[in-house]
């Protein structure tokens, strides 16, 4: 079974999918994390403003091992995977390793942008993850420990902006994804929202 979980920066996606894995036993890939890797090595080998060439060349050659969690944490990672994630060639290097991932047995939970429109449109359940712009960025802000709320703000809009504008893939809810507004949930409402979903999805 394969769940798609999509949807904006700080929406809730990542809690809600590895809540929901680890509810059912199902194997978990964050695929943003992916992209940061790749925007991360771009910036190592090719220096900045990121070129599409050293974004492509990481993707192709990307050794997720030799990355350390918190290094791809960062908003200036963030931003990076954001810019590299328009590049088709970038996006088709990592779409084999998300495939094979999510057949996994006996089911894989994926989230990202694109997971139930272009990785794995024949997901079984797919949801859409969203809150408002503002509370997603109160959430970042805590999560950072940043102090500037609208430079936060800032950054999600523009993030939000370049995902869902690009001409490849763009962030946007498959037609037959569920949208959650978690605005105004908690996470332990959220991921039982989701579970709710998923089970109406389930296969037997
Ligand atoms: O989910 P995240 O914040 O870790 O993702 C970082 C960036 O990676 C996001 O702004 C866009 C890109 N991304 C993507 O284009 N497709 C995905 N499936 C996952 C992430």
Known sequence: MIIAVDGPAAAGKGTIARALAKHYG???????ALYRMVGLAAIRSGGEPITATA???????????????ADLRTEKVGAAASIVAVIPEVRA???DFQRSFARKAPGAVLDGRDIGTVV???AHAKLFITASAEVRA?????ELGASDYEAVLADIR???????????APLVAAQDAVTLDTSGMDIGEAVAAAVAVVEARRVP
């Open 120 to 122: 794995c449109p024949d």
């Open 93 to 95: 290097a990592l779409l």
């Open 55 to 69: 974004a492509i060349a990481a993707a192709r050659t990307l050794d997720p091992s030799s990355f350390v969690d």
């Open 138 to 142: 109160r959430r970042r802000q805590m």
């Open 158 to 168: 523009a993030r939000d902006a370049r995902d869902s504008q690009r001409a490849t």
């Open 26 to 32: 199902f194997h978990f890939l964050d695929t943003g």
